[in-house]
């Protein structure tokens, strides 16, 4: 399995990012996929979820501002990042997730992006 990130970058508090993560390996429309981010001397925490199903959870920190969704023919899963704030600059992951956001012990990771908010 190999999980590619992409998409961060710095942006000023209030503006907008979308990642996107390859996947070659998995498929993700028959998993439950999420994006994790991990802050520095944080531990790595689940932010969004999408079921094979299609069902979206999204941790109370995102909710609103952060959508997750999945294109089957590529084979990519996104997330929309709005009105970001500071407490949002992490490196963020894809990864196979639980629905009830609780971070999974995975043996394989991307390389992560990293989205910077600062002014």
């Known amino acids: 399995v190999q999980l590619a990130e992409s998409g961060g970058g710095l942006v000023q508090p209030g503006g907008s990012l979308r990642l996107s993560c390859a996947a070659s390996g998995i498929r993700f429309s028959s998993n439950d996929v999420g994006w994790y981010r991990q802050a520095p001397g944080k531990q790595r925490e689940v932010v969004a979820v999408i079921t094979s199903g299609g069902s979206t959870n999204y941790a109370d920190s995102v909710k609103g501002r952060f959508t997750i969704f999945r294109d089957n023919v590529k084979n990519t899963v996104y997330l929309q990042m709005n009105s970001l704030k500071p407490e949002d600059t992490a490196v963020y992951y894809c990864?196979?997730?639980?629905?009830?956001?609780?971070?999974?012990?995975?043996?394989?990771w991307g390389k992560g992006t990293l989205v910077t908010v600062s002014s």
């Open positions: 990864n196979k997730a639980n629905i009830g956001l609780v971070a999974l012990n995975m043996d394989y």
